[in-house]
Nanobody, 116 residues
Framework: QVQLVESGGGLVQAGGSLRLSCVVSGRTFSNYDMGWFRQAPGKERDLVAAISSGGSTNYADSVKGRFTISRDNAKNTVYLQMNSLKPEDTAVYYC??????????WGQGTQVTVSS
């Protein structure tokens, strides 16, 4: 069974930074495509950033230039570095694992709150 555990969320002022981490256990991490999603109250869960098993990345337009996704296969961990945070980045952030853009496994989520 695959398990994903996120950490690193919290409260930060606008303009600040946070780094989210997601540790994956149970299967061969390096085989998975990984994604970070977020869901704000009353809104749908949206993809923020993704990184393929081969290291290719893509980002939502709203975070390009501010967020960076990376992975460390030796540590079974995917990261989301978030800089220049805005109040509209406030959401629960979820880590997900899968392949071919289909995400089968999800973490429990971590709250990110950006104050103005």
């Amino acid at each position: 069974q695959v398990q994903l555990v996120e950490s690193g969320g919290g409260l930060v002022q606008a303009g600040g930074s946070l780094r989210l981490s997601c540790v994956v256990s149970g299967r061969t991490f390096s085989n998975y495509d990984m994604g970070w999603f977020r869901q704000a109250p009353g809104k749908e869960r949206d993809l923020v950033a993704a990184i393929s098993s081969g290291g290719s990345t893509n980002y939502a337009d709203s975070v390009k230039g501010r967020f960076t996704i990376s992975r460390d296969n030796a540590k079974n961990t995917v990261y989301l570095q978030m800089n220049s945070l805005k109040p509209e980045d406030t959401a629960v952030y979820y880590c997900a694992a899968g392949s071919a853009r289909i995400y089968n496994y999800w973490g429990q989520g971590t709250q990110v709150t950006v104050s103005s």
